[in-house]
């Protein structure tokens, strides 16, 4: 659910003037102050010695941050990769120290690639997690609100393809250009007089798909199939009476269902912004340590996988700094390009609901005219 929506016909520029307003110590010091975080120093430093020194630091990190995103803007593929995962890096350690009020101890980026792949695809590139405790993919994934260890699963091999298929945005270019199925299921929701139904494409295949998706029992009813208006087969999705809401929002204001990956038979669901993180980690690594296959990915692509690279990186660069902010204010924040209109209040009511307000209104005009007939008599 939005929280707040913010009128701009820029929202890349807004949602950064949102940020650098905490690349002052005011702002940084009354963040600290509204929410009563304690800033830890080291050593018994003194408190205003240990909130300049972290505050000097998220500063810092916000206005690299800012610096790199904007150099991404107008930079080439060759070199696109790099500028957003530094910059992002430099985002989420300012992140981190705002929402815990500490410096964040991070010795390494806690993941590496491997290269021993089939060049067909760079989506094949391998990727391993280490360094739980000092990594930075395992910091900033805490401060995010994701609390499970991803080094426990490295029996399973993730690859870059594993993380493309979990972002929202480029769902449809993933199964276009791979020719497999994504980990997203989109949701058309129809309003009924039986209440909300959402529809998912069936793309052959069972219902069986839903038991991967996490809590899915807590949120719907079983789902049944049925059609579409294109005599499609869909599955029908009803929401049980007091069930959660498991959904996501895409940043199209598409809403859908993710898929988790399945390893040693537990469910695990990665958010998406460390979904686009991972992925900016793997791409950055291969063109900053092997241009021996990132030269001939830009320049010779023949798969189309080069538009979704594209795309990918377009939308973590409006999609991350969103949910960083997200994280900062503890509340979801959407910039928008309509602007503001009236609530439209009307709306549609049942038969019962017809007569109970005919019976109110007969009610009252009896009441009215009574009141009417005891003043005539009065007067006579």
Known sequence: MIDSKIYTENPEQEQWRALLQYSYKANIRRYFSDREITVAGKDGEESEKAFDSIADAIAGAMLQADEYYRASQVASLHVEPLLLYYGTTNLLYAMSMLVSGQRASIQNHGMQIRTDFNPNFISNTRIHFSHSADGGIHIFAKNLGFKKDLCTYNQYEWTLGDFFDSIAEISNDYCHCYGQTSKILLLDVVKTAEGVVEKVNAKGESNNIFTNVEDFSKAYLRPQEGKNEKNESVFLL???????????????????????????????????????????????????????????????????????????????????????????????????????????????????????????????????????????????
């Not at 979904?275 to 320049?299: E, G, H, K, M």
């Not at 609530?343 to 007569?355: A, I, M």
């Open 238 to 380: 009803r929401h049980k009476i007091n069930g959660i809401d498991i959904s996501h929002i895409s940043y199209s204001g598409q809403p859908y269902l993710q898929i988790a990956h399945v390893i040693n038979g537990k469910l695990i669901t990665i958010p998406e912004e460390l979904n686009l993180y991972i992925s900016l980690f793997a791409l950055c690594s291969l063109c900053r340590y092997n241009p021996n296959i990132w030269y001939p990915f830009v320049t010779q692509d023949s798969t189309g996988e080069r538009l979704l690279v594209e795309k990918m990186l377009y939308y973590s660069r409006r999609i991350i700094p969103n949910a960083v902010l997200n994280r900062i204010e503890k509340k979801q924040i959407s910039f928008v390009s309509d602007k503001y209109v009236p609530e439209d209040r009307v709306h549609l009511v049942g038969e019962h609901e017809v007569k109970d307000i005919v019976r109110k209104e007969v009610f009252e005009q009896m009441s009215r005219q009574q009141a009417n007939n005891i003043v005539q008599q009065r007067r006579r």
